[in-house]
């Protein structure tokens, strides 16, 4: 794996940890905007036509295979807060099976626009474990949404068995990867997940405002999103009048226009993650951050993620104060969150010698 650091240039001068949240950035993206531009420039509006308008498709069917999912099955969005609500606009909040469930450990976005679905007659019901997780999933369950990597401590959830406790009582599931992506192997045909939300800015190195949403085969011409636009239309330049014709593919799960720029970029970032192989990510991630738990302990740092790495997504977090700062004028990159500590996310191009040198500059300032 360490001949993919030279994909991304960054690394030369930089101790980049931070990929939980931020990726480096591949060489490629440069080339693949500069593209951008001479499309628009030289091709003008004729590029719609010639690969512009099927981009939130042919981007996401690159990241089907990373994803475990058939092609056409995932369409891109401007981020996960927007491919949320379209799903939850599917639905009628107002009868009997109208409960939410969703952990309390979710990323605060999804807890945020969970509650404002309260506004349109749904039920939701908060758990902190797994176990009262899937207790809690009943015949008046809906919508079962969770994050399959937790963002404070890098915990992970098993999603098979809440998938298949809802799907026994008539409920759906949500799952959001974005902690997860392009770090682990997620396989979201072979859960059975109903839906999926995430994006390219963390492990898929695919920067901002590429958020994907997968929607299972068997559900695509079932559900009418209320949050719509043209480019859901089956002719959306028929300019019909309304109500709208619904596309028969994941289009329909579309809106408005798509920032073009924003999936140029992303796509050198999964086509590296893709040859590189999920599966080699993940042993590669697996021992980075035992060695990395092992230096904590080494210098009696409290370790607050999950110390069994099938229990650990792509991050470890350590109980240090804040010394981000500090560390980013030294170009030493990872970040903290309030009630956790520092956490740190070493990638398939990081190496040993790199989490040595952190813990030096760690010992240091702490010191």
């Excluded at 930089?14 to 939980?20: D, E, G, K, N, V």
């Excluded at 509650?115 to 369950?141: F, K, P, Q, S």
């Excluded at 040993?352 to 813990?359: A, S």
Aim: with cysteine; net charge negative; proline share 6%.
């Amino acid at each position: 794996m360490h001949s993919f650091r030279s994909h991304f240039p960054s690394l030369q001068n930089t101790l980049h940890f931070i990929s939980h949240s931020l990726g480096a950035m591949p060489a490629a993206a440069t080339t693949s905007l500069a593209l951008y531009a001479n499309q628009w420039q030289s091709r003008s509006i004729r590029a719609w036509q010639e690969g512009w308008w099927q981009m939130p498709l042919t981007t996401g069917n690159l990241l089907a295979p990373i994803l475990g999912a058939q092609p056409n099955t995932i369409v891109m969005q401007p981020n996960v807060t927007v491919a949320q609500w379209i799903i939850l606009s599917c639905f009628d909040w107002r009868g009997r099976r109208n409960k939410l469930l969703t952990e309390t450990a979710n990323f605060p976005t999804n807890i945020y626009t969970f509650h404002e679905l309260e506004r349109l007659g749904a039920r939701l019901t908060e758990t902190r474990t797994e176990e009262e997780l899937i207790e809690a999933i009943d015949e008046e369950t809906l919508l079962v949404c969770v994050s399959h990597v937790h963002f404070r401590d890098s915990y992970r959830i098993d999603l098979q068995p809440i998938i298949a406790k809802a799907h026994a009582v008539g409920a759906m599931v949500l799952v959001d990867v974005y902690q997860s992506a392009g770090c682990l192997p997620i396989g979201l045909e072979a859960l059975n997940a109903d839906f999926a939300v995430g994006g390219s800015v963390k492990w898929l190195c695919g920067g901002p405002g590429a958020g994907f949403l997968y929607v299972r085969p068997d559900h695509i011409q079932n559900l009418q999103p209320q949050l719509t636009g043209w480019m859901a239309h089956r002719a959306p330049f028929a300019f019909e009048e309304g109500p709208i014709q619904f596309a028969d593919s994941i289009f329909r799960f579309l809106h408005g226009t798509p920032s073009i720029p924003a999936l140029f970029a992303a796509q050198s970032g999964y086509e590296i993650i893709a040859e590189a192989g999920v599966e080699n990510i993940r042993a590669k991630s697996t021992q980075l951050t035992q060695y990395l738990i092992q230096k904590a302990d080494e210098h009696s740092i409290p370790v607050r993620s999950p110390r069994d790495p099938e229990k650990r997504g792509g991050a470890v977090v350590i109980g240090v104060l804040d010394i981000t700062q500090q560390l980013a004028e030294q170009n030493v990159l990872v970040d903290y969150r309030p009630g956790a500590g520092i956490r740190i996310g070493p990638h398939f191009y990081n190496t040993e010698d790199e989490i040595d040198e952190l813990f030096r500059r760690i010992i240091a300032l702490i010191a």
